[in-house]
C-alpha cells in the first residue's frame, strides 16, 4: 500500500520529489519512488580488469521517473583515497510506473590512473539512477568486485548483488 506522501508525489510531481529546508538550508526528501530491482545481468562476471563489461538490469518503480539515466562507475578504494572511474552512462530516458529495463556497456575500463598496489584491493562496480532536471539520485546499485593479481595481471569477479 502506497503511503500518502508517495501517492502525492506520483500525481504531482513526475519527475520532482517533495522536500522541505532544514536549518542548515539543505533539502530533505520526504518521498521518493519505490525501487524494486528483479534481476541484474553483469557479464562477463570474470576476465581481465580492463576487460569491457554489459550490465541489464530490470527493476519496477512506484511512480514515473522522467528525464533519468544511469551513471556507471567503478571504484576502488584504498587506506588514503577513494578514485571513482567513470565508465559512462546511459541516453536520459523516461521510465513509467511499473516495469522497466537499462543496458549499458562499455569495451574496456581503463584502471591505468590506478596504482597496482590499490588495484589489487577489492571495488565496486555502481550503478546510479540519476533525476537529470535535478541531479537527484533516485537508487543507487552496487556490485562488489574482487580483485587478484597473478603475475603482474590483474583479473576481477564481479559478484552479482542479487545472489
Not at 518503480?61 to 571504484?75: G, M, N, Q, T
Amino acid at each position: 500500500m502506497e503511503s500518502k506522501a508517495e501517492s502525492k508525489f506520483c500525481e504531482e510531481n513526475e519527475v520532482k520529489f517533495e522536500a522541505s529546508e532544514s536549518k542548515s538550508n539543505k533539502s530533505i526528501i520526504t518521498a521518493i519512488p519505490t525501487f524494486t530491482l528483479h534481476t541484474i545481468d553483469i557479464s562477463p562476471e570474470t576476465g581481465a580488469i580492463t576487460d569491457g563489461i554489459e550490465l541489464e538490469m530490470e527493476f519496477s518503480l512506484s511512480c514515473p521517473v522522467s528525464d533519468a539515466f544511469w551513471e556507471i562507475k567503478y571504484v576502488v578504494d584504498s587506506m588514503s583515497r577513494r578514485q571513482i572511474i567513470i565508465l559512462g552512462e546511459t541516453d536520459k530516458t523516461n521510465y513509467p510506473q511499473g516495469e522497466s529495463s537499462m543496458l549499458f556497456s562499455v569495451q574496456q575500463i581503463d584502471v591505468s590512473n590506478v596504482k597496482q598496489g590499490t588495484l589489487a584491493n577489492a571495488g565496486l562496480l555502481s550503478a546510479t539512477l540519476i533525476m537529470a532536471s535535478t541531479q537527484t539520485e533516485v537508487i543507487t546499485i552496487n556490485a562488489v568486485v574482487q580483485v587478484t593479481e597473478e603475475e603482474g595481471e590483474f583479473n576481477r569477479v564481479i559478484y552479482n548483488p542479487l545472489e
